[in-house]
């Protein structure tokens, strides 16, 4: 997947574009030790082939009323339901630089934005997007369509259009496959749309409010997870700034990711 824009309080900020990857946690296990990276990356791998088979299975169990579904997408494309508790109900949050509420998106309305901020050098760097209006739609539309596992959002800063969101269920994405998944992990890619927005501590600052939004919205979510390029150190700093540790580097198709991680269990500390 695409990348998300994370402008971080670093001096040097090309973009706040934390990438999109492939596509949290339950109480730490036996033999597991809360609060340590280990329990991230260590001996805790389930075979390929078993976590394909729980994501085949779970996308099994709801594309069995993919019709349904379907008839209950409303105008615009846009899903009427997810698998992330609602994403359109988790309402407006207020932060140190405004009040900020996600929206879905509604693709006639805003794909025409959403494809020029992809269209932006920084931007297209990370995601791979940029081109005609009809690449970025393919891309929006395929989880507008889809089984709920993907939620596409704008981002509204005291009621304006400043960025891109997709959250999801990492533990029902591809990106599953690379890394421990957890029941209920929920992923954040992000992009900031204008370039004046970015390198002055916006996506910091809203990393952290949405990250904490999944946790307060999702009670079976123990766990936010992202995975931006280590190439893009700007959204890796963002993000560590915004209360995510760093806890393991991970191949994922067409890039090297940094791993990172927001715990329930640590969020009054970090």
């Not at 949290?24 to 088979?53: H, K, V, Y």
């Not at 805003?110 to 970025?136: C, H, K, S």
């Not at 002055?200 to 946790?215: E, I, T």
């Not at 393991?248 to 990711?257: C, F, H, Q, V």
Request: charged letters at 25%; aromatic letters at 6%; proline letters at 8%.
């Amino acid at each position: 997947m695409p990348s998300t824009d994370a402008s971080a309080n670093a001096t040097t900020t090309p973009a706040l574009v934390t990438d999109a990857g492939p596509g949290t946690g339950a109480d730490p296990g036996p033999g597991e030790t809360p609060g340590t990276d280990c329990e991230d990356t260590l001996d805790l791998r389930l075979p390929a082939e078993f976590l394909a088979l729980i994501a085949d299975e779970a996308a099994a169990g709801v594309e069995r009323s993919g019709a349904e579904r379907r008839a209950q997408t409303g105008a615009g494309g846009r899903n009427r339901d997810d698998l992330l508790d609602g994403v359109a109900g988790w309402g407006p949050v207020a932060t140190s630089v405004g009040v900020f509420q996600l929206v879905p998106v509604h693709a006639e309305r805003d794909l025409p934005l959403i494809g020029r901020w992809m269209n932006d050098p920084t931007v297209a760097e990370f995601w791979g997007l940029a081109g005609p209006q009809n690449r970025t739609e393919e891309h929006v539309r395929s989880q507008l369509s889809g089984d709920g596992r993907s939620v596409p959002c704008l981002g509204m800063l005291d009621g304006m259009p400043m960025s891109y969101w997709e959250i999801y269920r990492a533990d029902l994405d591809p990106v599953a496959r690379h890394y421990p998944a957890r029941p209920h992990d929920t992923g954040i890619h992000l992009l900031i749309g204008a370039p004046a927005d970015r390198g002055r501590g916006l996506g910091s600052a809203l990393l952290r409010a949405v990250a904490d939004l999944a946790l307060d919205k999702r009670p079976a979510c123990a766990r936010v997870i992202a995975e931006p390029d280590l190439r893009n150190t700007s959204s890796v700093s963002a993000f560590l700034s915004a209360g995510f540790r760093f806890s393991a580097e991970i191949d994922l198709p067409g890039k090297r990711a940094a791993f990172m991680v927001r715990d329930r269990s640590r969020r009054d500390l970090l």
